[in-house]
């Protein structure tokens, strides 16, 4: 019901945006998150906005370099990553939290989750 795309193989420095296009539900009252895990590594939240757009969460460490969006009539949500450095290099998936509650970075909060799609940064 989450299909992520987007990832992908690029150097250090690089820009990419990945989209998360939502079926089957309406994800639009859903407050939605990017996570990423890499090998070895928890799974941790690196954005999250709220159903309505009007909150936005980020990890501490990525500030200023990912920018978080939804675009309800198209059931999407994007990150777009620049500056890229080989330590994003990990898992991204998305994830829904239908619980109509506060904005959460936590992993057990989202009950909804998209595949996952790989990308690499490349010193």
């Known amino acids: 019901q989450l299909q992520a795309s987007g990832g992908g193989l690029v150097q250090a420095g690089a820009s990419l945006r990945l989209s998360c296009a939502a079926s089957?539900?309406?994800?639009?009252?859903?407050?939605m998150g990017w996570f990423r895990q890499a090998p070895g590594k928890e799974r941790e939240c690196v954005a999250a906005?709220?159903?309505?757009?009007?909150?936005?969460y980020y990890a501490d460490s990525l500030k200023g370099r990912f920018t978080i969006s939804r675009d309800n009539a198209k059931n999407t949500v994007y990150l777009q990553m620049n500056s890229l450095k080989p330590e994003d290099t990990a898992v991204y998936y998305c994830?829904?939290?239908?619980?109509?509650?506060?904005?959460?970075?936590?992993?057990?909060?989202?009950?909804?989750w998209g595949q996952g799609t790989l990308v690499t940064v490349s010193s």
């Open positions: 089957g539900r309406t994800f639009s009252r859903d407050n």
């Open positions: 906005i709220s159903w309505s757009g009007g909150e936005k």
């Open positions: 994830a829904a939290d239908s619980s109509q509650n506060w904005l959460s970075n936590l992993v057990a909060r989202y009950d909804y």
